[in-house]
């Protein structure tokens, strides 16, 4: 049941949806489907259930506050820390993540109220957009 619903909750950079439906994210959002998200996950040890990490980044990734990672295959992910947002996700264990809008709009409380199953309150948009590194065996680029 969790894992179909779209939630509006204030992630740990913006007010945005969360899910593990990238299906319903894509419809919601208007976007391509083959267009990925980024995978928010609750811990270390879920992330590396899900992908390999580059060795000589392992402790970047454990200690990264805010950043996303762009592995080798193309996927992003983001380990968090921030504690309201690790209220929803201890429980899902991993979620797509993406902003409360449609693309490329600007962020409207209506739309994302109307298309969200679980509001999860408090919602304020005063954060700023998280880091984005793409990680290679022994490479390190930044996107953002």
């Given at each position: 049941?969790?894992?179909?619903?779209?939630?509006?909750?204030?992630t740990d950079t913006t007010i945005g949806f969360i899910s593990?439906?990238?299906?319903?994210?894509?419809?919601?959002?208007?976007?391509?489907?083959?267009?990925?998200?980024?995978?928010?996950?609750?811990?270390?040890?879920?992330?590396?259930?899900?992908?390999?990490?580059?060795?000589?980044?392992?402790?970047?990734?454990?200690?990264?506050?805010?950043?996303?990672?762009?592995?080798?295959?193309?996927?992003?992910?983001?380990?968090?820390?921030?504690?309201?947002?690790?209220?929803?996700?201890?429980?899902?264990?991993?979620?797509?993540?993406?902003?409360?809008?449609?693309?490329?709009?600007?962020?409207?409380?209506?739309?994302?109220?109307?298309?969200?199953?679980v509001i999860i309150t408090p919602l304020e948009e005063n954060?700023?957009?998280?880091?984005?590194?793409?990680?290679?065996?022994?490479?390190?680029?930044?996107?953002?």
């Open positions: 049941m969790l894992k179909e619903m779209v939630f509006l909750t204030q593990q439906n990238a299906t319903k994210l894509s419809q919601i959002k208007q976007r391509p489907k083959e267009k990925h998200y980024i995978c928010a996950v609750n811990s270390l040890q879920t992330l590396t259930q899900m992908t390999r990490i580059p060795q000589a980044h392992k402790k970047r990734v454990r200690r990264s506050k805010q950043t996303t990672f762009i592995l080798g295959h193309g996927r992003s992910y983001r380990l968090i820390h921030n504690k309201h947002h690790l209220l929803l996700l201890n429980r899902l264990k991993w979620a797509y993540t993406t902003s409360a809008n449609l693309s490329h709009h600007p962020y409207d409380e209506q739309f994302a109220k109307e298309h969200a199953d954060h700023h957009p998280s880091s984005i590194l793409k990680l290679g065996k022994q490479t390190l680029k930044r996107i953002r």
